[in-house]
């Protein structure tokens, strides 16, 4: 089998098993074996290939690995602070918050947001309250003050 087919499977199997990842660690080697495989096709030695793999891959490490790193951890970062957001919000209780019993809804902005009392009161539908914290899923509310 030429190098060729070499370069070739192993960008092609990297670039798969990127999927399981999503880190663009793999992605970035498997575009650096297919660009190899180009010079390898072409017929040159190996150490050309090998060449254009290095150059290939510092390239991608440094430029294009970077911008995605950010596209993938800016959508997570988004999602962190969608919680964070919530803090001081204004909502209005759609189910009886009781924290003995592990119950209670709000509604925020159209969105249904499972909801505990900061201060451990019952708090009953259809009362204004405000987001304290959030821990998960779970926002902590306290009456709005009138």
């Not at 180009?38 to 911008?67: D, N």
């Not at 951890?73 to 969608?82: I, R």
Request: hydrophobic fraction near 45%; charged fraction near 20%.
């Amino acid at each position: 089998m030429s190098y060729a087919y070499i370069w070739l499977i192993a960008g092609i199997t990297l670039l798969i098993l990127e999927i399981f990842t999503a880190d663009f660690l793999l992605a970035s080697i498997g575009i650096s074996c297919l660009i190899a495989s180009i010079p390898a096709f072409l017929g040159t030695s190996i150490a050309a290939q090998i060449t254009t793999f290095s150059i290939t891959a510092i390239i991608v490490f440094a430029t294009i690995r970077p911008f995605i790193q950010k596209i993938i951890q800016g959508k997570n970062h988004a999602k962190e602070l969608g919680l964070n957001t919530l803090i001081n919000k204004r909502g209005i209780v759609t189910e009886e918050i009781n924290n003995s019993q592990n119950k209670g809804h709000i509604k925020i902005d159209g969105d249904i947001w499972r909801a505990c009392s900061e201060t451990g009161e019952n708090i009953e539908e259809g009362v204004f309250v405000k987001v304290k914290r959030s821990e998960s899923i779970t926002v902590y509310v306290e009456r709005e003050s009138e």
